[in-house]
């Protein structure tokens, strides 16, 4: 049984009373035994590891971050290439040439990965618009075509009842 079934339980003559539970601290914070620790106190000798703070910027989309991911990856397995390549050539290692060879394949397919990055996002943003923001001319030149739209589809619309009505297309009032 814990120190807080104890507390309500009548003590002993010569047994000083119990106070309330000291709670479980974190590991950076472990407080001093046998002192009593007030809520003020447990308050300000807490300090959160981080604060959360919004992003700057708005996240990659995914088939972007993925090829990002790969580039980098793909980099880094080229760059270990390029230093292996290097260090067996001072070595005169009969492994200097296979490396090198490795290396120059491995630059090819580390340009392929960068340019990949980059024409993802460029399909990425053609597909799907601009960053719509206060001052974008795109999107005030999309909200015109959609305007024009719905009004040809109304006048349509309207020509279409019209003509249903009967008679010779004209109204009944001219």
């Known amino acids: ?53 919004p992003a700057r910027r708005r996240r990659l989309p995914d088939p972007v971050r993925t090829a990002a991911v790969r580039a980098v990856l793909v980099v880094a397995v080229t760059l270990i290439l390029a230093m292996v ?5 001072l070595a005169e290692s009969w492994l200097a040439f296979p490396m090198v060879l ?34 974008s001319t795109a999107r005030a030149m999309r909200r015109e075509r959609r305007r024009a739209r719905r009004q040809a589809r109304a006048a349509e619309r309207g020509q279409e009842r019209i003509g249903r009505r009967g008679g010779a297309g004209q109204l009944s009032h001219p």
């Open 85 to 89: 390549a290097f260090l067996s050539t």
């Open 102 to 135: 490795a290396s120059v394949a491995g630059t090819v397919v580390a340009t392929w990965g960068v340019l990949d990055v980059w024409v993802t996002r460029q399909v990425w943003n053609q597909r799907h618009g601009v960053v719509s923001e206060p001052s």
């Open 1 to 53: 049984m814990g120190t807080a079934g104890r507390s309500g339980a009548p003590a002993d003559e010569g047994a000083a009373e119990v106070t309330a539970p000291v709670p479980e601290a974190p590991d950076r914070d472990v407080p001093v035994a046998g002192r009593e620790t007030r809520a003020s106190e447990r308050q300000s000798a807490y300090r959160p590891l981080w604060r959360e703070e």
